[in-house]
């Protein structure tokens, strides 16, 4: 035994130029594909005896189908071989089309796989008949033999890439028409009978309530940072999430309210039946605008405002009563500044002097100093219900930046 030669690992034969072949041996080939030709029929029925005792997955095909695409490759393989070109890249273009036919068509990708491998197995079994009839020069059977069940192996990454292509296609679409499912719901434009029929496709239910969230985002990548953080915040997939762009405003239907969103800003709605949930939306716009203007940031809803939306609304009113208490503050010289600021902390903190000073790290009397002051300049008795509610709708007014220029007609 220790003077056996060891076996060497069998060499791989590669197609050669069918062109380079002497004339005897082209000669052959011819006489070869001709006799294939006459065989294509045998070769789809034995294809499909294959295939329906073996590849279930192929039930979805009638038995014509399937002899059709049989004869399809034989037809290809024997147009290659008449002009003297090996088939490899006219069968890698025809793979590809029939692959996405097949996974549209729900056949699966491991039936695909296998369903080739039998077919490259009768087409050699059939090959090595005719090879033996015509008497093909065995070098090169055997380079056929090696070069198909080489393709064979690479045909199941091309199965494997078509159908990445194709689920990624399908994920597409669903998120288009999640998009518009959303849009159409939060824009109020979604017919309720439709709205009835679809709710179910995206798994809702047509007579539950959902809350509205609006958000701003900048860029594609901002509205993908979102959108997740919206998806982690209520717990859902982040591809299921029914968000959408709703003019310039980011709009998603969500089961309820997120809990927390650190850094970003989220307005949310009521919970409303789905058929209202359009005047959920409106509301949680209005939150956004607010809660933006007065740089809010986490989850607000409207509740969290108070009478905050109430400073953004009333223009042309705001503009006389500016002018009419607020002209001699803005007169005061360099302390009009430490003025209005210390009477907008006094009222944040319901006219408690000391909490007042603490925040603004200054004496208690110095707060009372400057309230009086602003009163003095203004005219408005922060004792009197009706002043204070005017000094702290001007005073926030003048915070938020769309309103800042002072004396101006707005």
């Excluded at 294509?40 to 979805?60: I, S």
């Excluded at 007579?207 to 509205?212: I, N």
């Excluded at 969103?261 to 409106?282: I, N």
């Amino acid at each position: 035994m220790e003077n056996e030669t060891p076996m060497a690992w069998p060499v791989h034969r590669r197609m050669p130029d069918l062109a380079t072949l002497d004339e005897s041996a082209r000669a052959k080939v011819m006489i070869a594909t001709e006799r294939l030709r006459s065989l294509r029929d045998v070769y789809g029925d034995r294809y499909l005896t294959q295939v329906r005792e073996h590849v279930p997955g192929y039930t979805v095909l009638s038995d014509e189908e399937i002899r059709l695409s049989a004869r399809r490759f034989m037809d290809i393989l024997l147009a290659e071989l008449s002009s003297l070109r090996v088939p490899d890249d006219a069968l890698r273009e025809v793979l590809s089309e029939y692959a996405a036919e097949r996974v549209a068509r729900g056949v699966p990708l491991d039936a695909l796989a296998i369903g080739y491998q039998l077919g490259s197995r009768e087409m050699l079994a059939l090959l090595d008949e005719v090879a033996a009839e015509v008497d093909l020069p065995l070098e090169l059977l055997l380079a056929v033999h090696d070069s198909t069940w080489e393709f064979s192996n690479e045909a199941s990454s091309v199965f494997a890439r078509v159908k990445h292509e194709m689920a990624l296609e399908q994920a597409h679409f669903d998120a288009e028409r999640r998009s518009a499912f959303a849009a159409g719901v939060l824009g109020g434009v979604y017919p309720a009978e439709r709205l009835n029929r679809d709710a179910a496709v995206f798994g809702l239910d047509p007579q539950a309530h959902y809350v509205a969230l609006a958000a701003r985002a900048a860029t594609a990548a901002d509205a993908d940072a979102v959108r997740r953080i919206i998806a982690s915040a209520v717990r859902l997939p982040a591809d299921r999430l029914l968000i959408a762009q709703v003019g310039t405003i980011l709009g998603c239907i969500t089961p309820k309210a997120p809990h927390s969103t650190p850094d970003h800003l989220v307005a949310v709605g009521p919970a409303l039946p789905l058929d209202r949930l359009g005047d959920g939306f409106d509301e949680a716009v209005l939150v956004l605008e607010t809660a933006g203007q007065f740089g809010m940031s986490g989850v607000v809803g409207l509740p969290d405002l108070g009478p905050r939306p109430l400073v953004l609304a009333g223009a042309h009113t705001a503009a006389g009563l500016d002018a009419r208490h607020m002209t001699a503050l803005d007169e005061a010289g360099r302390s009009n500044s430490e003025i209005e600021q210390t009477a907008q902390v006094y009222l944040e903190c319901d006219q408690q002097a000391p909490e007042a000073a603490r925040r603004l790290a200054v004496h208690p009397n110095t707060v009372r100093y400057r309230v009086n002051r602003f009163q003095h300049l203004t005219g408005l008795d922060l004792r009197r219900t009706e002043d204070l509610v005017t000094a702290w709708w001007l005073l926030n007014r003048r915070r938020v930046p769309s309103h800042s220029h002072r004396g101006e007609t707005r």
